[in-house]
Nanobody, 121 residues
Framework: VQLVESGGGSAQPGGSLTLSCVASGSWSERYCMAWFRQSVGKEREGVAKITSLGDMATYSDSVSGRFTIRVEKNTLYLQLDSLKHDDTAVYYC??????????????????WGRGTQVTVS
């Protein structure tokens, strides 16, 4: 599975952005899919996850109520609303065959995109 993110950019506090992640390759299994982010000097943190069937959406406390994750066919989306300065980071798409560990732990995921930069200023 190959993952390619797009949609990053700059926004003002309170603004919105939409990130996309297109999955290609072997896509016959049910996958756990997630968005992570990493800002300078910090650990990569899980933001939201969902299965490739569109169920079991989960959010980190820091984005709950502001971000929305969804999946349509082979594309994963993350809608970022009410942006804050602290949301500035490189955002990564991740995937792994779904299992009991499907969550926001980065060690669970086996496939990663290269990331897209989000800057809030």
């Amino acid at each position: 599975v190959q993952l390619v993110e797009s949609g990053g950019g700059s926004a003002q506090p309170g603004g919105s952005l939409t990130l996309s992640c297109v999955a290609s390759g072997s896509w016959s299994e049910r996958y756990c899919m997630a968005w992570f982010r990493q800002s300078v000097g910090k650990e990569r943190e899980g933001v939201a996850k969902i299965t490739s069937l569109g169920d079991m959406a989960t959010y980190s406390d820091s984005v709950s109520g502001r971000f929305t994750i969804r999946v349509e066919k082979n594309t994963l989306y993350l809608q970022l609303d009410s942006l804050k300065h602290d949301d500035t980071a490189v955002y990564y798409c991740a995937a792994a065959p779904v299992g009991a560990g499907c969550g926001l732990n980065k060690d669970y995921f086996t496939h990663w995109g290269r990331g897209t930069q989000v800057t809030v200023s």
